[in-house]
């Protein structure tokens, strides 16, 4: 009996078409469309569903709501081995990390794309979606949660990132490696994530922001964001932690107004932890009701802190505090 997957295309580069010289309209091909151009798997039977036709900036927590139903629809069916998601590459990342936290199935989930269009020389939309459809019914990743399949490497969602703007090879995962690999369509896994987190998500989700921090940063973003309705302000600090004197004041208001914030770090490896204790560092702002955010990046924290803060918020307080 065949294995079976489910297709659920989205948009992005790789379903995209040139509209005039060197301009691309991404979403343009169908899911049909583009499983027709590629050499998908003969023994593997893949239904092909068509959710969106967007770029991937367009994709925010109401399309991610609407894609996580359609997967858990297509999980729902028993014979169903596996899913695989076609994704621009811009926030791909983000729509991984969203689908690994609220999505609880033992069958492996793949997003992936392309960074060029199908019709460019040396595409690598055909290696990518090939590759994704036999990592998704491989049974050594059973478990794992969501993936994330980029020119024949396997990433966990919670540590991928896109580094590279354009180059066949854009994403990574620094300081964690990837899971593994394909090739000649051969699945091969070398490591899994110990732990599979997975959270609730509540009916609507709050407004959570990122502010970027630098040096001589004032508080003027923390005070707009409070004011435009910020339920939760992630900092993306430097190193162990810390940011500029200048911004604690503000931070400190938002706390008191009840707003929850969650201090990252910029670094590409390591966690926040309070190492120092001037003010603006991380031990200074723990004393003040800051939150760490642990080894997440900022865009990730932020995704988990709304789901968080989607239910309640003792219960983000209660997950960022252990």
Known sequence: MKKKVSLITTGGTIASKEISKGLLKSGAISGKELAALCQLPEEIEVNVIDVFQLPSMHIGFSEWAVLKKAIEKE??????????????????????????????DHRTIVVTGSQ?????????????????????????????GTVVVFNERIYSAKY????????????????????????????????????????????????????????????????????????GIVLEAAGRGQISPYMVDSIEKAVAKGVVVLLTTSAEEGRVYPSYGYLGSAHDLMQKGVLLGS?????????????????SEQIAIDSFSN
């Open 75 to 104: 999980l729902a069916d028993e014979s169903v081995d596996g899913i695989v998601v076609t994704h621009g590459t811009d926030t791909l990342e983000e729509t991984a990390y969203f689908l690994d936290l609220t999505i609880d």
């Open 116 to 144: 060029r269009s199908p019709d460019d020389v040396g595409t690598d939309v055909y290696s990518n979606l090939r590759n994704s459809v036999y990592v998704s019914v491989d049974h050594t990743l059973r478990g794992v």
């Open 160 to 231: 991928v990132k896109k580094v590279h703007s354009s180059n066949l090879q854009g994403f990574d995962s620094f300081g964690h490696g990837y899971l593994g690999i394909i090739d000649n369509n051969v699945v091969s896994v070398y490591q899994k994530p110990i732990d599979h987190e997975v959270k609730k998500v509540g009916i609507s989700i709050p407004r959570v922001d990122i502010v970027k921090c630098f040096s001589g940063q004032d508080g003027l973003l923390i005070d707009l964001l409070v004011q435009g309705g910020a339920k």
């Open 295 to 311: 080894d997440y990046d900022s865009k990730k924290a932020r995704i988990k802190l709304a789901v968080l803060l989607s239910v």
